[in-house]
């Protein structure tokens, strides 16, 4: 059973850069699956970030492009996002994700619980 | 890039009413859709991949139906667990946009 397990700074000031931290248990992040970063401001809908390989490789959202940067941590099984030059509209519960491709189908199978980051001074 | 919408944006209804959510898309997706349902404080689950295809683990209450452009999500008979909010998302190739989503309350 594969866990996913945000961590990082709760919160954040404005201009500042949000960092988050998901940790993989019950699977490798070298497996043949995307990872994912996905957010939902309070009351409203999700919506995604960002996704990375175990190579590096990188999509991101273009409305979030110039402020996103992903990277994946093999040894410590674990990946990470920043976001630069936050204002009260990235506050969000941001979420990690797997992103599974299982023959010609596509989906998040695996969730964090989330975590709440709030943009304050 | 692909817009995704829902309607109704909320509903209500009963226990054991027959529920149905529609999705669409701002181009073709072919069957290249996803439904999750979200609890409060609670990360979104899968329940259909693929438009029509059922999660295992999930109640076969629940289906879908629809390609290219408009998709329907199904309840058939409602249950109490199953008042949530309801979200599609468009698969295949990023961004893997999300439509706003549908609450489904009680009457």
């Known amino acids: 059973q594969v866990q996913l397990q945000e961590s990082g700074p709760g919160l954040v000031k404005p201009s500042g850069t949000l960092s988050l931290t998901c940790a993989v248990s019950?699977?490798?992040?070298?497996?043949?699956?995307?990872w994912n970063w996905v957010r939902q401001p309070p009351g409203k809908g999700l919506e995604w970030i960002g996704e990375?390989?175990?190579?590096?490789?990188?999509n991101y959202n273009p409305s979030l492009k110039s402020r996103v940067t992903m990277s994946v941590d093999k040894s410590k099984n674990q990946f990470s996002l920043k976001l630069n030059s936050v204002t009260a509209a990235d506050t969000a519960v941001y979420y990690c994700?797997?992103?599974?491709?299982?023959?010609?189908?596509?989906?998040?199978?695996?969730w964090g619980q989330g975590t709440l980051v709030t943009v304050s001074s | 890039d692909i817009q995704m919408t829902q309607s109704p944006s909320s509903l209500s209804a009963s226990v054991g009413d027959r529920v149905t959510i529609t999705c669409r898309a701002s181009?073709?997706?072919?069957?290249?859709l996803n439904w999750y349902q979200q609890k409060p404080g609670k990360a979104p689950k899968l329940l259909i991949y693929?438009?029509?295809s059922l999660q295992s683990g999930v109640p076969s209450r629940f289906s879908g139906s629809g390609s290219g452009t408009d998709f329907t999500l199904t309840i058939s008979s409602l249950q109490p667990e199953d008042f949530a909010t309801y979200y599609c998302?468009?698969?295949?190739?990023?961004?893997?946009?999300f439509g706003p989503g549908t609450k489904v309350d009680i009457k």
């Open positions: 994700a797997r992103w599974i491709m299982v023959g010609t189908t596509y989906y998040f199978d695996y």
């Open positions: 019950g699977g490798s992040i070298s497996s043949n699956n995307w």
């Open positions: 990375i390989y175990h190579s590096g490789s990188t």
């Open positions: 181009q073709s997706i072919s069957n290249y």
């Open positions: 693929a438009a029509s």
């Open positions: 998302q468009r698969s295949y190739s990023t961004p893997f946009t």
